[in-house]
């Protein structure tokens, strides 16, 4: 599977979260604010501490893909437990890297791009690393893994930047793990900006951008930034932002023309009768 379908399905997968995660009249109640593009600091409780490993995220991960799939990382993962040679474990940590992109499992794939990373230094593979700890951050809802998901990702980018220290990619990661962090969501959000300062039409630093906003309620900063990607590259999730940023702002019109193109993006049938109704809701 390449990076673009690895996006993807990531994104359908996240825009699904968010869709179910709300009621159908899913207006955002008044409440404290939290990340917003000035950086100001999210209250989180701090979840109890737990190792997170490998084997733990795997096992997790094999439920939810099932035991047909599972069976060539159970041989991969027999087979490296059974080696002494470095090379061979290496080989093998690429395959099991490789094998849990292919089954859209980014939080086994991100251990072990990250063990490859530590072991080989390489730009591409501390990339991956720090790529797939911020998707399996986006895709969990179990919080005592998330610390993890996050020190980890900012480790792999901050090698990145050593290496390459000119990186909009790395700056863009580390700005987001930074920002879901807590923190230090200042310098986060000051990475992302300049990132879009350097390139206004940044695809991930915008889309980032325009979902803190969302979280601080400041929808109409939200807007500018996809209808930005949407400008040079209309896709399903940032046109699914916009209608709920605009939804949010009572730009009724807007928003169920946002949807509407949504649902065209994204023909999905259970996706499509979520959206329905969320179009019914905004007509009556």
């Not at 916009?242 to 509407?260: F, V």
């Not at 179009?279 to 905004?282: A, D, M, P, T, V």
């Given at each position: 599977?390449?990076?673009?379908?690895?996006v993807?399905?990531?994104?359908?997968?996240?825009?699904?979260?968010?869709?179910?995660?709300?009621?159908?009249?899913?207006?955002?109640?008044?409440?404290?604010?939290?990340?917003?593009?000035?950086?100001?600091?999210?209250?989180?409780?701090?979840?109890?501490?737990?190792?997170?490993?490998?084997s733990?995220?795997?096992?997790?991960?094999?439920?939810?893909?099932g035991?047909?799939?599972?069976?060539?990382?159970?041989?991969?993962?027999?087979?490296?437990?059974?080696?002494a040679?470095?090379?061979?474990?290496?080989?093998?940590?690429?395959?099991?890297?490789?094998?849990?992109d292919?089954?859209n499992?980014?939080?086994?794939?991100a251990?072990?791009?990250?063990?490859i990373?530590?072991?080989?230094?390489?730009?591409?593979?501390?990339?991956?690393?720090?790529?797939?700890?911020?998707?399996?951050?986006?895709?969990?809802?179990?919080?005592?893994?998330?610390?993890?998901?996050?020190?980890?990702?900012?480790?792999?980018?901050?090698?990145?930047?050593k290496?390459?220290?000119?990186?909009?990619?790395?700056?863009?990661?580390?700005?987001?793990?930074?920002?879901?962090?807590?923190?230090?969501p200042?310098?986060?959000?000051?990475?992302?900006?300049?990132?879009?300062?350097?390139?206004?039409?940044?695809?991930?630093?915008?889309?980032?951008?325009?979902?803190?906003?969302?979280?601080?309620?400041q929808?109409?900063?939200?807007?500018?930034?996809?209808?930005?990607?949407i400008?040079?590259?209309?896709?399903?999730?940032?046109?699914?932002y916009?209608?709920?940023?605009?939804?949010?702002?009572?730009?009724?019109?807007?928003?169920?023309?946002?949807?509407?193109k949504?649902?065209?993006?994204?023909p999905d049938?259970?996706?499509?009768?979520?959206?329905?109704?969320y179009?019914?809701?905004?007509k009556?």
């Open positions: 599977m390449n990076k673009k379908q690895i993807v399905i990531i994104a359908i997968v996240a825009v699904m979260g968010y869709l179910y995660s709300l009621p159908v009249r899913g207006l955002i109640k008044p409440g404290a604010v939290r990340d917003n593009e000035k950086g100001t600091a999210v209250k989180q409780q701090s979840p109890p501490s737990v190792a997170v490993t490998v733990t995220v795997s096992e997790t991960a094999k439920v939810a893909i035991a047909a799939l599972s069976a060539k990382i159970n041989d991969l993962e027999g087979r490296l437990k059974n080696t040679n470095d090379a061979d474990k290496l080989k093998l940590e690429k395959q099991l890297a490789t094998q849990w292919d089954v499992q980014p939080a086994p794939a251990f072990y791009y990250m063990e990373a530590r072991k080989e230094n390489i730009l591409t593979d501390w990339l991956n690393a720090g790529n797939r700890f911020n998707d399996a951050y986006k895709l969990t809802q179990d919080t005592t893994v998330m610390p993890a998901y996050i020190t980890n990702s900012v480790e792999a980018f901050q090698n990145v930047l290496l390459k220290p000119e990186s909009l990619d790395g700056k863009t990661g580390l700005g987001v793990a930074y920002v879901n962090g807590g923190a230090t200042m310098q986060g959000i000051a990475l992302l900006l300049e990132v879009v300062k350097q390139d206004p039409n940044n695809e991930s630093a915008n889309l980032n951008l325009g979902l803190f906003s969302m979280k601080s309620r929808y109409d900063k939200a807007v500018q930034r996809f209808k930005t990607i400008a040079h590259k209309p896709e399903f999730e940032p046109y699914f916009l209608a709920e940023s605009y939804k949010q702002l009572g730009e009724k019109t807007e928003a169920i023309a946002a949807y509407e949504c649902k065209e993006l994204m049938p259970v996706f499509g009768q979520r959206i329905d109704q179009i019914k809701e905004l009556n």
